[in-house]
């Protein structure tokens, strides 16, 4: 079993018809011109598939058929057949050359059309941008039309200020005249102050020179006189200095006394009392004698005599 033909015959010959038709020669008059044309890898590719074959025979059958019908509109009676053969291939080749001119210059029409286009377009796009450069012109000729205003209003009232300002100029200027009289007036008797005042300063120098001198002299004087009484305050300083140290011994052997007195005082304080306690029992002592003795007598007064010649001898320690 055959395999179908993925593309049919009637399929194969209108899209080669449609190729001369694109080509502009839809009965092209010879076999070369309608291979420069129409191919077989023309064809296939137009078609997306087919078997190359396939493709092949139809062309030829689809080529035999065109070229034929071409040569018939064309053939010239009552000649002889070189003769007719020499002028049908003299006219190949010129239906051939003005094919081939008719192309290039279709294509050069199309190239001219295409640019004219794109020049009428860039041209619409500059009257685009110089519209709205022309609006911005426009709006910048006002904003200076409004500012040249405004500078003429400003030029006249500088034009009156500029006026006045000369009169003033004018009345400065006499003013100042008189003011550099009154300077070199001035300036004169500035000269004839300064020139007694430099008098009056260089003998005010010559005083002062000689006062300096006189005062170094005194200083010199002085400065002496204060060096010898301050060798004798020196001297002065050192007996004090010594009367001080003498002064302090003598202070520390004093104190060193009354500690010695204080702790002696310590100490009789300290016998006193003990004498007090002494006296106080004996006098208790006594007491309790003197309670009993209406029944010792005799005792009593012993005793009596006991204690005071005691308490004698305790005193005259």
């Known amino acids: ?109 199309q190239a001219v059309a295409e640019a004219a286009t794109e020049a009428q377009r860039n041209a619409g796009l500059k009257v685009e941008l110089l519209r709205v450069e022309l609006a911005d012109v426009r709006t910048q000729l006002s904003v200076r039309d409004a500012e040249l205003a405004v500078a003429r209003a400003g030029f006249e009232a500088a034009t009156a200020r500029t006026g006045a300002l000369e009169d003033t100029a004018g009345q400065l200027q006499v003013q100042l005249k008189a003011v550099e009289t009154a300077m070199a007036e001035a300036g004169r008797q500035h000269a004839g102050e300064l020139s007694a005042e430099r008098t009056r300063y260089d003998g005010l120098a010559r005083q002062l020179l000689r006062e300096t001198a006189h005062q170094r002299e005194t200083f010199q004087t002085e400065r002496q006189r204060l060096e010898a009484e301050l060798a004798r305050a020196g001297e002065r300083l050192a007996a004090l200095e010594a009367l001080r140290e003498r002064l302090l011994t003598e202070l520390g052997e004093e104190r060193n006394a009354r500690q010695h007195a204080a702790a002696e005082a310590a100490a009789l304080t300290t016998v006193v009392n003990a004498q007090r306690q002494t006296l106080a029992r004996v006098g208790a002592a006594t007491a309790k004698q003197q309670a009993t003795g209406a029944r010792r007598p005799g005792r009593s007064a012993a005793r009596t005599g006991k204690t005071a010649s005691v308490t004698r001898a305790r005193k005259a320690r």
Not at 17 to 31: F, H, N, R, V, Y
Not at 32 to 61: E, W, Y
């Open 1 to 109: 079993m055959s395999r179908p033909a993925a593309v049919s015959a009637d399929t194969i010959r209108t899209t080669v018809l449609a190729m001369l038709a694109e080509a502009g020669d839809p009965a092209p008059a010879s076999d070369a011109r309608f291979r420069k044309i129409v191919s077989v890898r023309k064809l296939r590719a137009r078609l997306g598939a087919g078997d190359p074959a396939m493709l092949s025979r139809h062309l030829n059958a689809i080529e035999a058929e065109l070229v034929q019908a071409g040569l018939t509109g064309f053939a010239v009676p009552d000649l002889p057949p070189e003769i007719a053969a020499q002028m049908r291939a003299l006219w190949e080749a010129a239906v051939a050359t003005q094919l081939d001119g008719i192309v290039q210059l279709r294509r050069e029409t």
